[in-house]
């Protein structure tokens, strides 16, 4: 039986778990080998403190990473137990990786192991093919199996209730000079191994647009011409907003995500209405949900795309120092 991760164990795993998505692209994690076990921490020189003053997205990220490594071992027959927070006296290392006992691959972690190295935030129109309902139940149970709930936003009038909760956010975050000059700075035109590369911006906002685009520099489009007509749009939300609930919802995001990609669908988010509390605290009440909300995703069918670069797996390791 294992007893404690190498730093080949570590190295193989976290070339998956860099994949998970981050705000602005930021990639704001840290992996290290602490006696045997795995440390995944929030990186602290990749802290947004105009756009992510609490950390709440960072937790987030982390927790999406932690899912991936926690896949990547599984997959290698050398599955983890977690703990979140280990530390009360370092709050920025979120989960700690100690080896369980070693098994088989299920079908579905490896399916969904599988999707990582597919996985992207496609900012794109989707097509008006509706998303079947056993792809919904699906990213449902996703949800449901790493401790939170998924609401699809059904109907008309509920869409349009979200919609302008999520507007006004935006409205509200572009009003932030130091928003705005944060987010441009994450805008890559050249190659980046971190950022939000234009091409995967998709199309420049119009004021009919239903939900608001984050601005990544993104192509022009015909004037006046709708974006999407009516997208599934879905929240996932976690029982509490605690440092651990936001990690735990970290996880489930991702395996909602990688659930989606493993369907053929195509998913982007929408962080405005989380970032903002006032809206947040509406869309909770818009729902009609115990919990708090921890992301809005629109979800469909769209054309293909690739994956945004990430930093090498060296750039992202703490590694023990081996004495001379």
Known sequence: MTTRYTVE??????????RAPSLHNTQPWRFRLVDGGIDLAVDPLRRLPATDPSGWGARIACGAALFNLRLALAVAGTPATVRLRPYPGDP???ARLVPDAPRRPTPAEQSLHGAIGRRFSNRAPFWPDP????????LGEAAHAEQCWLELVIGTSAVNALAEIARSAHRVLERDPGYVT?????IR???SPDGVPTAA????SEPQDLLPQRGFGGRDRAPGRDFEPEPLVAVLG??????ADQVVAGQALQRVLLTATDAGLAVSMLSQPIEVPGAREALRLSLGRFGTPQMVMRI???QPGRTTPRRPVDDVLDLPVVPA
């Open 182 to 186: 944060e987010r441009t700075r994450w």
């Open 9 to 18: 164990q570590l190295r193989a795993a976290a070339a998956d778990a860099v």
């Open 238 to 243: 976690s029982a509490g907003n605690t440092a």
């Open 131 to 138: 998303v079947p309902g056993d792809a919904r139940w699906r």
């Open 189 to 191: 035109s050249e190659p």
């Open 300 to 302: 469909g069918f769209g």
């Open 201 to 204: 911006g998709g199309p420049r």
């Open 92 to 94: 920025d290392v979120v």
